[in-house]
């Protein structure tokens, strides 16, 4: 699979280390050596590549998908994104957004859930609504992330990939959601180069040991903020709540 292939091209091996792609969907895989199963399927288990270890993965069905949408609602381009989420305050300033635009995976996994805005008054303009977007889909993958923590543990690295990687504000946005320290990659190609490793290895011309030095070099760590983490936890709480009146009003 191509998630198991971008492991391999970022040299991810050990159980200490995670990775939190966000892309057209976005996913978080952690390597194991014991497998584990999630209660009620909320995970997925997959072979690694080296004998007997697994790969621990939580996925979510929206995310850069769903910026693309309101990007074309709103009339606005990629490079209007970073100048207009800097003019709109951590929150919205009230507005909340479920991304589940076309179902969810980790951890609600229903096909039929749906997304929205709550919340909305009648200040709130594009920038809101783009803003609170990408603060939706990182408190999707704050659930999800939380979800996988809670039967493999904390990470003591955690990479960060995928398309959202190119943006400064979202990257940071992603990091104060979630409270989690992302390394970016100086260069990143994804599953292909994890692919070309591969045929390396089948091939023989290198051996698994080498692979965590084959990894591309760290370009920064994106922290999060203190006072926006905190800020951002009473978001997550509203979130959740959401998820529950979405479930019920389908209901």
Same mark, same amino acid.
């Given at each position: 699979?191509?998630?198991?292939? %971008?492991?391999?091209?970022?040299?991810?091996? @050990?159980? =200490?280390?995670?990775?939190?792609?966000?892309?057209?969907?976005?996913? #978080?895989? /952690?390597?194991?050596?014991?497998?584990?199963?999630? /209660?009620?399927?909320?995970? *997925? &288990?997959?072979?690694?590549? !080296?004998?007997?270890? +697994?790969?621990?993965?939580?996925?979510?069905? *929206?995310?850069?998908?769903?910026?693309?949408?309101?990007?074309?609602? $709103?009339?606005?381009?990629?490079?209007?994104?970073?100048?207009?989420? /800097?003019? #709109? !305050?951590?929150?919205?300033?009230?507005?909340?957004?479920?991304?589940?635009?076309?179902?969810?995976? $980790?951890?609600?996994?229903d096909g039929a859930a749906r997304g929205t805005w709550m919340s909305l008054n009648i200040?709130?303009? @594009?920038?809101? &609504?783009?803003? =609170?977007?990408?603060?939706?889909?990182?408190?999707?993958?704050?659930?999800? &992330?939380?979800?996988?923590?809670?039967?493999?543990?904390? =990470?003591?690295?955690?990479?960060?990939?995928?398309?959202?990687? /190119?943006?400064?504000? +979202?990257?940071?946005?992603? %990091?104060?959601?979630?409270?989690?320290?992302?390394?970016?990659?100086?260069?990143?190609?994804?599953?292909?180069?994890? %692919?070309?490793?591969?045929?390396? &290895?089948?091939?023989? @011309? #290198?051996? #698994?040991?080498?692979?965590?030095?084959?990894? !591309?070099?760290?370009?920064?760590?994106?922290? !999060?903020?203190?006072?926006? *983490?905190?800020?951002?936890?009473?978001?997550? *709480?509203?979130y959740k709540m959401l998820i529950d009146l979405e479930n019920d009003f389908r209901e």
């Amino acid at each position: 699979g191509d998630q198991v292939a %971008a492991s391999l091209g970022i040299g991810l091996l @050990d159980p =200490s280390e995670a990775f939190l792609s966000c892309s057209t969907a976005g996913q #978080i895989l /952690k390597p194991v050596h014991t497998p584990l199963i999630a /209660k009620n399927g909320k995970l *997925n &288990l997959l072979c690694h590549i !080296p004998d007997g270890m +697994w790969h621990l993965m939580a996925a979510i069905q *929206n995310a850069g998908n769903v910026l693309e949408w309101v990007l074309k609602l $709103t009339k606005r381009s990629f490079s209007q994104l970073e100048e207009m989420v /800097k003019t #709109i !305050p951590p929150g919205s300033e009230g507005l909340v957004f479920l991304p589940y635009l076309t179902g969810e995976r $980790t951890p609600v996994m229903d096909g039929a859930a749906r997304g929205t805005w709550m919340s909305l008054n009648i200040q709130h303009d @594009d920038r809101h &609504l783009i803003r =609170s977007v990408l603060e939706g889909v990182a408190c999707s993958l704050r659930h999800a &992330l939380g979800c996988l923590e809670e039967i493999s543990g904390e =990470s003591e690295r955690l990479f960060f990939i995928g398309g959202a990687t /190119k943006s400064e504000e +979202w990257s940071q946005i992603i %990091a104060d959601v979630t409270g989690k320290s992302l390394q970016r990659f100086v260069y990143y190609e994804g599953s292909a180069y994890g %692919a070309a490793l591969l045929g390396a &290895l089948g091939v023989g @011309d #290198i051996t #698994i040991d080498r692979i965590p030095s084959l990894r !591309p070099p760290v370009k920064d760590i994106i922290h !999060p903020a203190k006072e926006r *983490n905190e800020l951002y936890g009473e978001l997550f *709480n509203r979130y959740k709540m959401l998820i529950d009146l979405e479930n019920d009003f389908r209901e």
